[in-house]
């Protein structure tokens, strides 16, 4: 998830709600996953949700309490940036990789969730004490997945993920 921090708009949820039901329970067609990214690592084949705006980006997979072992989220940004995500709101573990424009991992790491925001603590001082994940190079794309994926996968720097990578630079907003 971004460090920024923005209010999400209902239809925003209720969309992102529509494409996390559709991913465990609608009828589909073999390659057709409703929007979702299809990306590959190594031999394991996994259906993205994609995060192409700021309010999508922000949210992330923030409260999410399960993520399936073939799911998660793809972010995308229309400009090459150093990146720095954190674990806002997040109460499960999650793997994170940073990747070049050609889809090769640039920095991936295994973020832990964080104690939830205290009752007397402010949003600037919940967001300051959160650990930073950065990206170290500058990137376009940025993918999370269960916690402990990318180590059963054997995932290392240098990596190549397959997916569209320019159908999202040109969906990016």
């Avoid at 993520?67 to 998660?72: E, K, L, P, R």
């Avoid at 995308?76 to 990747?99: G, H, K, T």
């Amino acid at each position: 998830m971004m460090t920024s921090r923005r209010r999400v708009s209902p239809i925003c949820v209720a969309v992102l709600a529509s494409i996390a039901a559709c991913q465990t329970g609608c009828e589909e067609a073999p390659d057709s996953h409703d929007g979702l990214v299809t990306v590959r690592f190594t031999d394991e084949t996994f259906y993205l949700e994609p995060a192409l705006d700021n309010p999508t980006r922000i949210l992330g997979l923030g409260g999410r309490e399960h993520i399936d072992s073939d799911g998660g989220m793809v972010f995308v940004f229309r400009d090459r940036a150093e990146r720095s995500f954190v674990m806002r709101n997040c109460p499960i573990p999650i793997d994170i990789a940073y990747l070049s424009d050609t889809g090769r991992v640039v920095t991936m790491f295994e973020m832990q969730p964080e104690k939830p925001q205290g009752e007397n603590e402010s949003d600037m001082q919940y967001e300051r004490r959160l650990k930073r994940y950065p990206s170290r190079y500058p990137v376009r794309f940025v993918m999370e997945f269960s916690g402990g994926r990318l180590h059963e996968l054997g995932v290392s720097v240098g990596d190549e993920v397959r997916f569209d990578t320019e159908d999202l630079k040109r969906r990016a907003r």
